[in-house]
């Protein structure tokens, strides 16, 4: 990837924070929905954001455990149409519930949209809520999530790229790699299960 296509903001909500930054593109992309993201042509952008979370890089996330993520394109959620991507912590409690759900979790991509767990994270205000993602089990982060993402859950749900969210995190039992969640305000969930979100704020630490 070019040394300039993306840059680095933070922390972004005063807090003086030091897991809470944005890997922004230097070109003119407007988010989730853009057709660019989801090509050959795309620099990969997750892996980027990983890599530059780490210690000794400029976005070092100091936290427990790191969280990415993307919101979807609704503007009660996103403040900015310029795609970017969120290098944060993952709040408590999260590691362990997927771990949890391990067992259920497919590292097949053509499997991605039918695995469905609820996961309890927390509201802006510090409050437990849950909310039903799908969730896929990577072994690194080389490939395009977008278009993994485009390729395997939207275009067979017949859903649209603009009303996705898509976070990572580590994998920390077995043999690593990462989990993959992806959620949409329309998700269709199981009987029982709470409904999804477009927004990644459920999972990710940034005050």
Known sequence: MPADDTHLRGPQRGSGSNHD???VPSCRISGI?????????????????????QPGQPAHVVYPHIGLGINSADPTIR????LHIHLAGIHSGIQTQLNNHDGMITNNPSAWRNQIVPVWGLTSTGAPAPRSYRVLHVANLNQNLFML????????????????MLAVTPRLIGNGGFYVLNSEPG??????????TGTTDFLLAYA
């Not at 403040?79 to 310029?82: A, E, R, T």
């Not at 993402?149 to 996705?164: E, I, S, Y």
């Open 79 to 82: 403040q900015q149409d310029q």
């Open 149 to 164: 993402l485009r390729d395997n859950v939207v275009a067979p749900t017949g859903a649209t790229m603009a009303a996705q």
């Open 33 to 53: 929905e853009c057709p660019f993201i989801a090509t050959s042509a795309a620099p990969n952008y997750w892996l980027d954001a990983w890599n530059n979370a």
């Open 21 to 23: 930054f944005l890997l």
């Open 187 to 196: 998700l269709s969930v199981p009987a029982g299960q709470p409904g999804g």
